[in-house]
């Protein structure tokens, strides 16, 4: 059969994979001290710069993931250093998935000898898309009867026991697996990225996606629904053949470039490891699954001086400062906020330096737009069950700053406001002359006038459980 000639993963391959950068696509914003700076020799008498390799963590201490996931298709090798790999997909062709069990001796003792449950899901990268997730996917579901978005292709795949397709849920997969045993499970991609493209001109640019995979254990009544990891990767997928003619371009580009240009981007790997990812837990039909936080909301960001040296580690994660977590190991949030300008630079490179070094002491930005809303009456029945305490007159507004002036950012910053999720509220609508409802546009909010007011109005949909906001 096919698969046997796939062979397992040579060590090389594995560590080569596991150099690239996990990316959490959203930059920080830092707090302003005023006072305190440490002076550049203060900093070089630390241990960490005297090169004490006993004060360092050893590499065995990194933290071992308990499984790891390898899709067997080469990443492009036109992506700059530290930001996360993009690997392009073929329409409709098989690709492996290799599942590998990573545990030490000892290690979850409880899956021994039982098997675990994957979930494989085909997910938006673009934060924007991924708030309108459901009409984007029941779009393509009208536009494509019949059709999957993903599939497995069972013949092909290894150790797989009990694969699913759920008929309502066309992005995601499932099967059972047994650590202990080799596990190849080869899906298809049948949607292409640019089907979720707003067509202007043609050629347009095609959205990136990421395959998610969530794997669970049992609980005490059996059901698969204890989270054990989760990790994903971002993907391009194209026309078939188009992924090998894409890959063959950035080829030659990079080709083209000068040497010291070259060395900006990381190099070509045979195969994409999934990197793993933080998740929280929504609900879809009354059902638990793990939903990608890629985008961690800007207030939670901030790195305060209060931070530890393990709080202080994941801000430099999260904001794609990962090749610089050893050399500042033993930092605490208030070691961080006082370095200076050139301390940072010096210890990290101009590029780098200075990136780090706005990301601690970046100041609020002015927003592009700001609209001013309140509740259509404080007698209303609240919809959202959610008590709007500001808004008990009319008079009291809230405000709401955007900075991507689009609808789909418009409607994540109503559904932060009511407190409930973006999924909610279906479409906006502008009231205009004679009261009728004019959908709200990317176009029509870039031309709102700065601090326009509006009166929030609600609309029950009736062809779901969602709603309707009419901008008065």
């Known amino acids: ?33 005023g006072a305190g700076a440490y002076s550049m020799s203060d900093v070089l008498a630390l241990p960490i710069f005297k090169q004490e390799e006993s004060n360092l963590p050893a590499d065995s201490d990194n933290k071992i993931l308990p499984f790891q996931y390898v899709l067997c298709a080469a990443t492009s090798p036109a992506v700059k250093l530290h930001d996360e790999t993009l690997t392009y997909l073929n329409q409709g062709q098989s690709y492996e ?39 984007q996917l ?30 309502t849920q066309l992005n995601t997969v499932e099967f059972l697996w047994d ?19 707003m067509r202007k001109h043609g050629g ?10 969530d794997t669970f254990k049992e609980n005490e009544s059996e059901e698969y629904t204890e989270h054990l990891h989760s990790a994903s990767c971002q ?11 894409k890959q063959k371009t ?7 470039k000068a040497p010291q240009e070259k060395e900006k981007y990381q190099p070509s790997y045979k195969t994409t490891i999934l990197t793993e990812v933080s998740i929280s837990l929504v609900y879809i039909h009354d059902v638990p699954l793990p939903y990608l936080l890629r985008c961690p909301d800007v207030s939670t960001s901030n790195l305060l ?45 101009p590029a780098d330096g200075i990136r780090l070094f706005n990301a601690l002491k970046g100041r609020v930005v002015r927003p592009r737009l700001t609209i001013y809303v309140c509740q259509e009456s404080q007698q209303q029945v609240n919809i959202f069950n959610f008590c709007f305490r500001a808004c008990l007159f009319h008079s009291v507004y809230h405000a709401i700053y955007l900075e991507e002036l689009t609808a789909a950012e418009l409607t994540e910053k109503i559904a932060q406001l009511f407190n409930i999720s973006p999924r909610q509220i279906n479409q906006i609508f502008k009231q205009g002359p004679t009261g009728i409802h004019v959908l709200v546009s990317d176009e029509m909010i870039q031309n709102f006038q700065d601090e326009v007011c509006f009166v929030l109005d609600t609309m029950k949909d009736d062809s779901n459980d969602g709603y309707h906001i009419i901008l008065k």
């Not at 993907?235 to 003619?245: S, T």
């Not at 530890?308 to 906020?337: E, I």
């Open 179 to 197: 650590p202990s045993k080799r596990t190849s499970v080869f899906i298809q991609v049948h949607c292409i990225s640019t089907e979720f493209t």
């Open 235 to 245: 993907v391009k997928v194209f026309k078939p053949k188009g992924a090998d003619r």
């Open 97 to 135: 998935i290799r599942m590998l069990d990573n545990r030490k001796i000892g290690e979850l003792p409880e899956i021994t000898d039982k098997m675990v449950k994957s979930i494989i899901r085909v997910v938006f990268h673009d934060r924007r898309l991924q708030y309108t997730e459901h009409q």
């Open 250 to 256: 950035d080829r030659e580009k990079m080709e083209k």
């Open 305 to 349: 001086p209060t931070a530890t040296p393990q709080d202080a580690q994941q801000w430099l994660l999260r904001n794609r400062f990962s090749p610089f977590c050893r050399l500042f190991t033993n930092f605490s949030g208030a070691d961080l906020l006082k370095l200076t300008r050139e301390d940072v630079i010096q210890i990290c490179g």
């Open 1 to 33: 059969m096919a698969w046997a000639l796939k062979l397992p993963l040579t060590d090389e391959v594995i560590e080569s994979g596991l150099v690239q950068d996990f990316d959490a696509s959203l930059s920080g914003i830092g707090q302003e001290l």
């Open 138 to 167: 029941e779009g393509w579901r009208w536009n494509r009867p019949g059709d999957r978005i993903l599939d497995l292709d069972i013949p092909m795949s290894v150790g797989i026991i009990d694969p699913r397709a759920n008929p």
């Open 204 to 213: 347009e640019k095609g959205v990136p996606f990421r395959i998610q995979i």
